[in-house]
């Protein structure tokens, strides 16, 4: 079995850390509008600025998304995106960078279809470094987080300002990688985050937990598709 | 296929994570677990609550209208020359639908965790009526979200909900059909945690939605038990029930489920399975996880959802309640389709010969039984769910009616 070994998050914490700064991770749909410029986007988005990757493997009822991901979402589908051609994006990525994370994002049944096993072979293979997947919270941990957890690849979890002290022992028992700080509720894109609420609960969560090092924040970007993420 | 052990009820379902078998589950966002996890909190203590109940039952029967009859269809019985067929009547329900039994249920559940306000999704719009009227009785605010497809095609609907006091909301979003109407309202629900209860409509959702609801319909069956007894002394030999989510039907077979009766479900073959132009999960599709909970659901071959088609905007999901696809694979009930056009032909021909217009929706039950009455002898006694009235339909039905010569 060949597991994940890169460790990209963990290169890069540790380097922002060593340089005291956040990071900024950039969001991109797969495939949107085509392949050709996706790529080409995907590509270049280190050399912009991204310390670390966030692609979206395109889902036709993207639940937890708003408008701007939605239509993203659906233009990717529409010029013929699928999760095969998602890990064929990475792949290609990977031949030219083999330093910045990717991350996957997305939702569960393209993968369920794909087959559990199968996606997380390919997905090491082509050069991800971590999952994220909103509609699977730790109740349903059997389906992807233990089986990606045998593979060594990060599933990476998600805390929201609804999660309390109860909840959050729940959320961080099989969490790897880093911590999604869902910083307003409701759905991307909708209303601009308080800077302030989201540093006084990272600190929060820093104080209970050691793993937590960074928090993850979602906001509106004027070009439209894509998603702004500040490392603390 | 698998070997399972045969357990001793069928009826015990879910286990404590909402799973029946692999099907169910609680797929959602960690921003809707807890309100998911409140909303069973609330569920639970509900449920084993003596004064609940006795609530549910003084609004069951002084404002819905239960027990509905159970009425021997003698005309269609001697039209088809074969078994018996019964209607449990739940279009004489308050609002013409089986929905508001579930409604009544969840908004008295909605007022004990202290809620004032109401979301829900609906597609042929009688959940939406149905949740409407309940917050007006009980002076809730509601909110209401419709596929801007379904908000043309039902618009009778529409304007009662709006009279009731609800704001519709037209959603635009994917095929803006009723999946869409869903995936608006979880959105919306995420944002409103607080003060916002989820009522919804069908079977299906995250856990404990599938049981909720299945419970506040099981009293369908319920009377169909007793009244059957009174009438015929007996058990009936089949039951039959259109299928979309699948409340309604689950309402009228969960009772029955440990009983020797056959059981079977209709789902909606639009324009014919063939022709993916349909809503027939469980004929046409296979699992996979939607709107938090595994089920069979249309989908292409990377597991995205593909739109469902039928005349009848009630089944026209892609996706079915996750009890049911354990049932189908259990083989307990047998799950059979009808196209819009033999649901049409059944639309008219009970409305001649019963003085009963039903809606799209049972119109494919009543499909079926049309395929398979005539050869089954005459002290075989079939019950059929006439969950809905069709005056909803009337406009989309008779430009097709007038077309096939049944009017």
Same mark, same amino acid.
């Given at each position: 079995?060949?597991?994940?070994?890169?460790?990209?998050?963990?290169?890069?914490?540790?380097?922002?850390?060593?340089?005291?700064?956040?990071?900024?991770?950039?969001?991109?749909?797969?495939?949107? !509008?085509?392949?050709?410029?996706? &790529?080409?986007?995907?590509?270049?988005?280190?050399?912009?600025?991204?310390?670390?990757?966030?692609?979206?493997?395109?889902?036709?009822? %993207?639940?937890?998304?708003? !408008?701007?991901?939605?239509?993203?979402?659906?233009?990717?589908?529409?010029?013929?995106?699928?999760?095969?051609?998602?890990?064929?994006?990475?792949?290609?990525?990977?031949?030219?960078?083999?330093?910045?994370?990717?991350?996957?994002?997305?939702?569960?049944?393209?993968?369920?279809?794909?087959?559990?096993?199968?996606?997380?072979?390919?997905?090491?293979?082509?050069?991800?470094?971590?999952?994220?997947?909103?509609? &699977?919270?730790?109740?349903?941990?059997?389906?992807?987080?233990? %089986?990606?957890?045998?593979?060594?690849? %990060?599933?990476?979890?998600?805390?929201?300002? #609804?999660?309390?002290?109860?909840?959050?022992?729940?959320?961080?028992?099989?969490?790897?990688?880093?911590?999604?700080?869902?910083?307003?509720?409701?759905?991307?894109?909708?209303?601009?985050?308080?800077?302030?609420?989201?540093?006084?609960?990272?600190?929060?969560?820093?104080?209970?937990?050691?793993?937590?090092?960074?928090?993850?924040?979602?906001?509106?970007?004027?070009?439209?598709?894509?998603?702004?993420?500040?490392?603390? | 296929?698998?070997? #399972?052990?045969?357990?001793?009820?069928?009826?015990?379902?879910?286990?404590?994570?909402?799973? =029946?078998?692999?099907?169910?589950?609680?797929?959602?966002?960690?921003?809707?677990? !807890?309100?998911?996890?409140?909303?069973?909190?609330?569920?639970?203590?509900?449920?084993?609550?003596?004064?609940?109940?006795?609530?549910?039952?003084?609004?069951?029967?002084?404002?819905?209208?239960?027990?509905?009859?159970?009425?021997?269809?003698?005309?269609? #019985?001697?039209? =088809?020359?074969?078994?018996?067929?019964?209607?449990?009547?739940?279009?004489?329900?308050?609002?013409?639908?089986?929905?508001?039994?579930?409604?009544?249920?969840?908004?008295?559940?909605?007022?004990?965790?202290?809620?004032?306000?109401?979301?829900?999704?609906?597609?042929?719009?009688?959940?939406?009526?149905?949740?409407?009227?309940?917050?007006?009785? =009980?002076?809730?605010?509601?909110?209401?979200?419709?596929?801007?497809?379904?908000?043309?095609?039902?618009?009778?609907?529409?304007?009662?909900?709006?009279?009731?006091?609800?704001?519709?909301?037209?959603?635009?979003?994917?095929?803006?059909?009723?999946?869409?109407?869903?995936?608006?309202?979880?959105?919306?629900?995420?944002?409103?945690?607080?003060?916002?209860?989820?009522?919804?409509? #069908?079977?299906?959702? %995250?856990?404990?939605?599938?049981?909720?609801?299945?419970?506040?319909?099981?009293?369908?069956?319920?009377?169909?038990?007793?009244?059957?007894?009174?009438?015929?002394?007996?058990?009936?030999?089949?039951?039959?029930?259109?299928?979309?989510?699948?409340?309604?039907?689950?309402?009228?077979?969960?009772?029955?489920?440990?009983?020797?009766?056959?059981?079977?479900?209709?789902?909606?073959?639009?324009?014919?399975?063939?022709?993916?132009?349909?809503?027939?999960?469980?004929?046409?599709?296979?699992?996979?996880?939607?709107?938090?909970?595994?089920?069979?659901?249309?989908?292409?071959?990377?597991?995205?959802?593909?739109?469902?088609?039928?005349?009848?905007?009630?089944?026209?999901?892609?996706?079915?309640?996750?009890?049911?696809?354990?049932?189908?694979?259990?083989?307990?009930?047998?799950?059979?389709?009808?196209?819009?056009?033999?649901?049409?032909?059944?639309?008219?021909?009970?409305?001649?010969?019963?003085?009963?217009?039903?809606?799209?929706?049972?119109?494919?039950?009543?499909?079926?039984?049309?395929?398979?009455?005539?050869?089954?002898?005459?002290?075989?006694?079939?019950?059929?769910?006439?969950?809905?009235?069709?005056?909803?339909?009337?406009?989309?039905?008779?430009?097709?009616?007038?077309?096939?010569?049944?009017?």
């Amino acid at each position: 079995m060949k597991t994940y070994k890169e460790d990209r998050l963990k290169l890069l914490f540790e380097n922002l850390k060593k340089e005291k700064r956040g990071g900024l991770g950039i969001f991109i749909a797969a495939s949107d !509008p085509n392949l050709e410029i996706s &790529l080409e986007i995907l590509k270049r988005l280190p050399q912009a600025g991204a310390d670390m990757i966030e692609l979206g493997m395109p889902f036709s009822d %993207p639940m937890a998304d708003g !408008p701007t991901i939605q239509a993203a979402s659906l233009r990717a589908l529409k010029s013929g995106g699928s999760l095969k051609r998602t890990l064929e994006m990475v792949k290609s990525f990977r031949e030219r960078d083999s330093k910045t994370p990717l991350v996957l994002m997305g939702y569960y049944n393209p993968i369920y279809n794909f087959g559990v096993e199968n996606f997380l072979i390919k997905a090491i293979e082509a050069g991800v470094d971590g999952l994220i997947i909103v509609d &699977l919270p730790p109740e349903e941990d059997e389906e992807l987080c233990l %089986p990606a957890q045998k593979y060594n690849l %990060p599933f990476i979890r998600l805390t929201a300002p #609804t999660s309390d002290g109860e909840r959050l022992p729940t959320i961080l028992n099989n969490a790897s990688g880093f911590i999604y700080y869902v910083s307003i509720m409701g759905i991307t894109g909708t209303q601009s985050i308080a800077a302030q609420n989201v540093q006084n609960a990272v600190k929060e969560l820093k104080k209970t937990y050691r793993f937590t090092d960074s928090s993850w924040i979602w906001d509106k970007d004027k070009a439209g598709c894509r998603r702004r993420n500040i490392i603390f | 296929m698998s070997t #399972t052990n045969s357990p001793n009820t069928l009826r015990e379902g879910p286990d404590e994570n909402g799973h =029946f078998g692999i099907f169910g589950g609680r797929y959602v966002a960690e921003t809707l677990m !807890p309100l998911v996890l409140d909303v069973e909190d609330a569920w639970t203590t509900a449920k084993s609550d003596p004064v609940f109940w006795s609530e549910l039952e003084y609004y069951r029967k002084h404002y819905i209208g239960r027990p509905s009859p159970l009425y021997f269809a003698s005309r269609l #019985t001697d039209h =088809f020359q074969g078994a018996k067929l019964y209607f449990k009547r739940d279009e004489l329900n308050h609002t013409g639908a089986h929905k508001i039994n579930n409604v009544m249920g969840q908004a008295l559940i909605a007022q004990r965790m202290g809620k004032t306000k109401i979301i829900a999704e609906t597609g042929a719009g009688q959940h939406g009526v149905a949740t409407a009227t309940a917050c007006a009785l =009980f002076n809730l605010e509601c909110e209401v979200f419709m596929g801007a497809e379904d908000v043309i095609r039902q618009k009778p609907n529409v304007d009662r909900m709006r009279l009731l006091g609800a704001k519709v909301h037209s959603v635009t979003s994917g095929s803006a059909t009723l999946k869409d109407a869903m995936n608006e309202a979880l959105r919306y629900w995420v944002s409103k945690a607080d003060t916002h209860f989820y009522i919804i409509g #069908t079977v299906a959702g %995250p856990h404990p939605y599938p049981q909720m609801v299945r419970d506040f319909q099981c009293i369908i069956g319920e009377e169909t038990k007793e009244q059957m007894f009174e009438a015929e002394g007996k058990l009936p030999d089949t039951l039959v029930a259109c299928i979309g989510g699948g409340s309604n039907a689950i309402g009228l077979f969960h009772p029955f489920l440990d009983d020797d009766v056959e059981i079977i479900g209709v789902e909606a073959a639009g324009l014919g399975i063939s022709t993916k132009q349909h809503a027939a999960s469980l004929t046409g599709g296979r699992p996979g996880v939607l709107h938090g909970n595994r089920t069979y659901l249309l989908q292409n071959n990377d597991g995205q959802i593909t739109e469902a088609h039928s005349i009848s905007a009630g089944l026209d999901y892609p996706g079915i309640g996750p009890e049911h696809s354990w049932l189908f694979e259990t083989g307990r009930i047998e799950y059979v389709s009808a196209t819009d056009n033999e649901a049409l032909e059944a639309f008219a021909l009970c409305s001649k010969l019963e003085g009963i217009i039903p809606a799209l929706e049972p119109s494919h039950a009543l499909a079926y039984i049309k395929n398979i009455i005539s050869s089954l002898p005459k002290d075989h006694i079939i019950v059929m769910n006439m969950c809905g009235r069709g005056d909803k339909d009337l406009e989309a039905v008779i430009p097709r009616l007038e077309e096939m010569d049944l009017l």
